[in-house]
Every structure is written in C-alpha cells, then in structure tokens.
C-alpha cells in the first residue's frame, strides 16, 4: 500500500485539478480518469523540480508538505466552486469494472513480468533510477548529477516519479518503479480502451486494448522501468485531447493539450521532438484556417506548453556542464551525406524489415499497421485525423534520419534503439489504426 | 454503391480477423510462458540488489568524505567504454555508491580509485601501474585504493 501511496496522491492531484477546470454541467468522463494519472505525475514531478531548484537539494519533508497542501486546497477550492465530482449513476463505474474485468489477466502478467526484473531492464537502475536515487542521496551536490554522465540532460519526468515515490514511502525501494511502470501501462491502455469507446462500439475499442496488451515486446517493455512507456502515454494522450479540442472547441482539453505537449518534452528526448513536432504541426493547422470551424484556442493550448517547458530547457540547456568523458575523443559529428548512402539505406531497410516488421515479439503489430493504413487512406479526411498522421509520419522520418546520420556503427545503433524508439508510437498508432478502421463501419 | 460497401465490410471483417488471430497468438505465447516467469520470480527473491559487492565500501567513502573517484579494472579490452561486462560492473558500482562520482573515463585523475579485479592475481600488478596503495580490501576483488603523492 505505501508503496501505492504516491501514485494515488498524484492522481488524486490529476483528478482534482481536471475536476476545476470541468464544466459544472458535464460530469467527468473515464478518459478524465486516465488523464488524471498522467497530469498528478506531472504536476508533481515539477513541483519536485522546481524545489530542488529552490532549496538547492532534496528536501523530502518540504517536498511533501507541498503536495499534502496541494491537495487540501484543490480539494477546498473544488468545494468552494462546487465543481463536478462523479455522480453515482455515472457510467465511470460501470467503465471501470468492466476495464477491471477484461484486462485482469493481462495485467497480471504484465505485474508478474515486472516483478521478473525487479530492478528493470540495464538502462532502468543504471540511468532513470540512478538519478532518482543520486538526486536523493546527494543533498546539496545534486548538480555533480551532469558531470556523472551525459545522459543527465535526458528529461526528468520519470526519474522524478520515481522520486516522488520514494519521499512517499520514506526511503528507497524496488517497488516505486515497478508500481510507476504498471501504473502507466494500466493507464495507457485505459485511455485507449476509453477514448477509442467515445467513438466506437466497446468490443472494438477492448480488442484495440487487447490486441496491444498481447504484443510481447509492448508488455515486456512496457515493465523494463524505462521511460518509453511514459512518453507512449503522453503522446497518446496529447493526440487524443487535440482530437478533443477539435471536437469540442473546449478550454478544458486545449488547456490540458498544452500541458501534456509540456509532459512529453519532459518525458525523454524523443519527447521533446515529439512535443516539438506536434507544436510545428498544431501551428500550421490553425493557419491553414480554410475548414471553417476547425479553429481551435490555440493560445490555450502554447500557455498550457509553456507552463511545462522551462523545466524542459533547464535539464536539457541550462544546468548541465561538462561531464567526466567529454574529453573523450568520441566521434560526434554527423553526416548528411549518409543519407543518401545507398549502403547505409539498405541496412536500414534490411532492418527494418527483419527486426521490426517480421519481428516475432511485435507480434505482427506493424503489418497490420500497414494494412490498416494502406487500406483506409480516403478516411484520412478531417484535420484531426491528419494531425495523427502527420504527427507519426513525421516522428519516424525524423528518427530514420537521425539512425541514417548517426556517428555510432548503424547496426549496434539500430539494435539497441530502434524497436524502442518506436515503441513510443505503439499506442498512438494502435488508436489511430482502429479509429481509422472502424469510425463509420456497422459492420462489427 | 452497395458493392462499394460491401468490400468496405469484407476489408473490415478481414482486418477484424486478422487482429484478433495474431491476438489468439500472442496471447497463447504469453501463456505458455507462465510456468517459466513463475519460476524466474522466485529465483529473483534469491539475487541480491544491483551493485550489492561494492556496499562494503559505502561506509569508507562516507567516513574519508570521498565525493568523487577513479574506477579502474584489471580487464583488457578493444574499447572499453562499450565492454559489456566493464561497463555492467562500473554503472553497478555506480548505482550502489552514489553519490560519490565514480570516474570511468578519467580514472587517474582522481586520488582515491575503486579497482575491480576480475582476475586477483592482477592486484600488485594494478597497484604498480596505478601507483596507489591498498586501503580496504573487499571480497571479489574490490579493492579501495589510493594514489600515492598529492592529487
């Protein structure tokens, strides 16, 4: 329980603080629910953040004694405003007992994969947990972090989490991480299942959930304790509020939008091009304004952004300073001409081809990706659609060409990071292909 | 129209089918596999926690106020800074004594020095090249030591 006990303060943070910004009359839905999670994290994770950056250490009593405030005034101020809060003939319930139901053993196996590894897969304890437990241990050298290894300047999100979980339950464990991991995996498959059920029938949307939960590699890295899953979950979510935002002209989700495009620069590096891509493409949409009514508050939307990002910049730009093997002699630089090497192309295809399509552990997740997409072209036709599209497009253009450019040798490169490059796309395209499929079909 | 649609439903039944049978697959996978994760949990409950070996030597960097060291092996290979089994022992050693700064890259740079030996009959041979002294001696070849002169 103790070690629950952080998680369920961040999402009742999450809850309380979309519970504020809901509209009396409307009830909070399930997808809320999921978000909730997502947003505590969050919003727990920079106020960690920025007290580090106030006391000059860890202070875990301040820390907490922050967040117990936190909660009793969003509580209060809920109460004051007599916000919404879930009314007992909602189908919340009803959504969450069925999740619980169906998933049950999927989870399971998902918790009995975890505890496998109780420390995580190799980049888990010796890069996210590392820095949560040097940060931890550190007291007022906690800067001496960016002179420990580059990979500092990666985002903070998930080594906070797990910090947070840490101050929680008093000291350092193994199960804050496993927990933090299941918790994302549950949550992003719930907002899945539940957005995808707002506009399909539900045994689709649970096939959807199913049929994800079932890729070998998704749940077994999904419990490695990296950060892939995390940005998996806040790219999901980021698309989907879009898509909400479009549908529903509201301040609620573009507001919310802003914030998690923030989350997921704070998530990992692919994050950030992720947060980057989607701004670029969100700004280009609005001014391409020739669908009328498709204007969405996009203001809203860069205000939620930059609440978020300064903390995104600071890791990445402003804090770090030279680390113990920058000295080194390591060939950094890229070339653009290997773009055009026919051999480097061909390996790259090669690979992709063998390692990620034909992959047994996708468990033919991208061939019917391919299929999916192939055969649903013409129902690409709103511009929330090719927001998703072009959002996926993009990020794996750009992640081609970075392999393509890389200084490293291509094949250890590709080995050790493409599959799990990609499988931050995972949920998104599962909900983009099953939208795509199904959205107008009676069919099933 | 109505043969428009109707390939529209057969396109929907056949990807409807397909997903759920490489569904039906993977989750047969999953279940074969029960037997064997069971297993490895409990052997799990028997492996001790990441860097476990270099816990002797928490308290000699806490007592000498040691906040940064070098960390040097006795194993010799092409590069070292991709060595599977190098790197797996220094971000170990890492992990356990954090937040002392362990110095893979620079490891002389440093007058205390964590020295891993893979092979202990290596040790006064190290010693010699580091030009350091021995100051705490763990079990598997950790050894905690000092260069000699003023760094």
Known sequence: MIYSLSSIISFYVGYQIIALLSNKNKSISTVDIFLSIGLGFLIISQTIFYSILLFDEIKPFYILLINIVAVILLFMLRIHLNKIKIAKDSSIYKDLIRLTVVFYPLIMLSIMLALCRPFGDWDAWSFWNLRANFLLRS?????????????????????????????????????????????????????????????????????????????????????????????????????????????????????????????????????????????????????????????????????????????????????????????????????????????????????????????????????????????????????????????????????????????????????????????????????????????????? | MKIKNNLENIKTLFLTLLIALLTCLNLFSHIKNVGNITNVIAAQAKIPPVGYAYYGLKKYLKELNIRQAGFITDRISANAGEDVVTMSEYQSAQYALSPTLLDYFNASNHQFMILKLFNPKNESRMLKESQAESIKKLDNGIILIKQKGNK
Request: glycine share 4%.
């Open chain 1, 139 to 444: 007291g007022h050298h906690w800067k001496n972090i960016f002179i420990l290894t580059e990979q500092s300047k990666h985002p903070w999100l998930l080594s906070l989490s797990v910090l947070w979980g840490w101050i929680v339950a008093g000291k350092e464990n193994n199960m804050t991480p496993i927990v933090t991991s299941i918790l994302f995996l549950t949550s992003t498959i719930g907002l899945l299942v539940c957005s995808l059920t707002e506009q399909l029938k539900r045994n689709i949307s649970f096939l959807a959930g199913i049929f994800l939960l079932s890729i070998p590699f998704f749940i077994t890295h999904s419990t490695s304790q990296y950060s892939d899953i995390v940005a998996g979950y806040y790219l999901l979510a980021t698309l989907v509020l879009i898509k909400k935002t479009y549908e529903t002209k509201s301040r609620k989700y573009s507001l919310l939008a802003g914030l998690f495009i923030g989350a997921l620069s704070f998530t990992k590096d692919e994050g950030v091009a992720l947060a980057f891509i989607i701004t670029v493409i969100l700004v280009l949409s609005n001014m391409n304004k020739c669908a009328k009514g498709e204007k969405i508050p996009i203001s809203t939307i860069f205000f939620g952004t930059l609440l978020i990002i300064p903390s995104t910049v600071l890791v990445k730009f402003i804090l770090p300073f030279k680390f113990f093997g920058e000295n080194l002699p390591i060939e950094k630089s890229i070339s653009i001409a290997h773009v055009l090497d026919v051999n480097r192309c061909a390996i790259l295809g090669k690979f992709i081809l063998n390692n990620v399509i034909l992959n047994p552990a996708w468990g033919g997740f991208w061939i019917v990706c391919i299929i999916a997409i192939a055969t649903n072209t013409k129902q690409i036709n709103t511009t929330k659609d090719k927001i998703f599209l072009s959002t996926i497009v993009i990020f794996i253009s750009v992640i081609l060409f970075r392999f393509l450019t890389t200084a490293e040798p291509l094949i250890w490169h590709l080995n050790v990071a493409l599959n799990r490059v990609l499988f931050i796309l995972v949920p998104t395209l599962t909900y983009f292909i099953f939208y795509l499929s199904f959205k107008n079909k009676e069919i099933i």
